[in-house]
């Protein structure tokens, strides 16, 4: 549990607050009463909590917000310059955290999409059932903050033996022209048996204001079904980050996740998954590319409680500038997981002596018929291989975008939808022959 420093107290104070005036009225009154107790008691996480010692969450939101104030009205915005183009999806855009029906696309479909606030307020059985069983509000005050003052999110459900007609995306935008933004969202994915669904989000602001984003969704991934997550953080303004997904899979199912994290100030992410069945198949993917002073955070937890499942995590990280990466993986093992596979690697490129990176992948078990590795890499550009380039003509900057793409590539190759895979493709690319 996180103590709640003096400094902090205030800040807690402050939030829970302006929480408690906006229950009145709201949707799903009694988890959220029940997650501001949690937030009350747990506080903002101290300078030393050790979730948080290297991504001083607490003290960014003290510096850089006022979080009684309330969000600007947004004004004029450009929508088609933050989409994907040729990605053919049914389109949910969320401008300062709230739901925009003329801005978003939702086509008539073989599943349900709706907006979170609307299937609570029509009392969808299936929300009721699992809203705020899987994201524990209990151990984390950022998660209790978000669990008891979302405003807005997308519920989705795919019924059983339904493979998605089309993937769904999620475009979070902050308008941050006229001053601060802080949005809180919520997304309850639920796939059904022998299903198939994709979904994406992307992070984008406006303005030259700071803006925070707490964003939580919980994914309930049935028997044999199969679900593909992807995250895009690329958003050069004031964006200050943190977000939880919480992943919770039973026999025989198959998740992918894709966490790219590109550009912002500061970015937590936690990814937690939990393998309650037989057969499970867990791939998580992730890539940060670091400039300038941008912090990226990422915190994954592999939960193993039954035999026969496979997980395998990379994440890789390239840090120039004075930038600083962060990445705490934990794979737990439990005495009833017999034959388990788990893997797990880091890999970083630190590209200059202010660049710096934090990392600690941990094995927890208590199984023995189990086959679990992890391992973590830090350095530099191979200067041979670099030479070896040079030598042939390439220009030294040439030679290092090529390098690092390549070393990039790892993850890329593994993204399947092949609209995504080009655009995060020109991006990567262009990112690295311009800033690195």
């Known amino acids: 549990m996180m103590s709640v420093a003096a400094t902090e107290k205030n800040i807690t104070t ?23 107790d949690s937030f009350r008691t747990l506080g903002f996480p101290a300078n030393k909590a050790e979730e948080y010692k290297f991504t001083p969450i ?67 059985s299936i929300v009721e059932k699992h809203l705020g069983n899987y994201a524990d509000f209990k151990a984390d005050a950022l998660v209790a903050w978000n669990t008891a003052s979302f405003s807005d999110g997308v519920f989705i459900h795919v019924p059983d033996k339904i493979v998605a007609d089309k ?30 669904l994709t979904v994406m989000e992307k992070f984008d602001s406006k303005g030259t204001s700071a803006n925070f984003s707490n964003a939580v969704t919980e994914a309930v991934v049935s028997e044999n079904a199969g679900l593909e997550l992807y995250s895009i953080q690329n ?17 025989f199912s198959r998740v992918n996740t894709y966490t790219f994290t590109l550009n912002g100030k500061l970015i937590r992410n936690n990814l937690q998954f939990t393998l309650d069945g037989e057969g499970i198949e867990s791939h998580m993917y992730g890539l940060y590319l670091l400039a300038n002073d941008t912090l990226a955070d ?50 970083n490129i630190l590209l200059t002596d202010k660049a710096t990176v934090n990392t600690k992948p941990q094995l927890e078990i208590w199984a023995d018929d ?9 350095g530099q550009l191979d200067e041979e291989a670099l030479f070896y380039l040079q030598a042939r ?30 655009y995060l493709d020109n991006v990567i690319s262009e990112r690295l022959h311009k800033d690195f």
């Open 14 to 36: 402050e939030v829970a607050s302006e929480i408690e005036k906006s229950l009145a009225g709201a949707a799903g009154q009694m988890l959220k009463k029940e997650a501001l």
């Open 58 to 124: 607490t003290r960014a939101l003290e510096r850089n917000f006022n979080l009684s104030l309330k969000n600007p009205v947004s004004g004029k915005l450009d929508i088609a310059s933050y989409k994907i183009q040729g990605l053919d999806a049914h389109v949910l855009v969320f401008i300062n955290g709230v739901f925009s029906k003329e801005a978003s696309s939702i086509q008539a479909g073989n599943f349900t999409i709706l907006s979170l606030q609307e299937a609570l307020l029509t009392g969808n």
């Open 167 to 196: 993937p769904v995306i999620l475009y979070h935008i902050h308008d941050a022209q006229e001053g601060q933004v802080i949005s809180l969202n919520r997304n309850l994915i639920v796939v059904g048996k022998s299903s198939e």
């Open 235 to 251: 958003d050069p303004g004031a964006r200050y980050q943190f977000g939880l997904t919480q992943i919770h899979q039973s026999n």
């Open 298 to 347: 990422n915190h994954t937890v592999v939960d193993h409680k039954k035999p026969n499942s496979f997980s395998n995590e990379l994440y890789k990280g390239i840090m120039g500038d004075s930038s600083k990466g962060v990445f705490n993986g934990k794979i737990y093992v439990r005495p009833n997981a017999q034959k388990t596979n788990a893997f797990q690697a880091n890999r």
């Open 370 to 378: 189990v086959k679990c590795s992890h391992g973590c890499t830090t």
């Open 393 to 422: 003509g390439i220009a030294k900057d040439t030679a290092q975008a090529m390098m690092l793409y390549a070393f990039a590539g790892e993850v890329l190759d593994n993204v399947k939808n092949p609209v995504i895979k080009e």
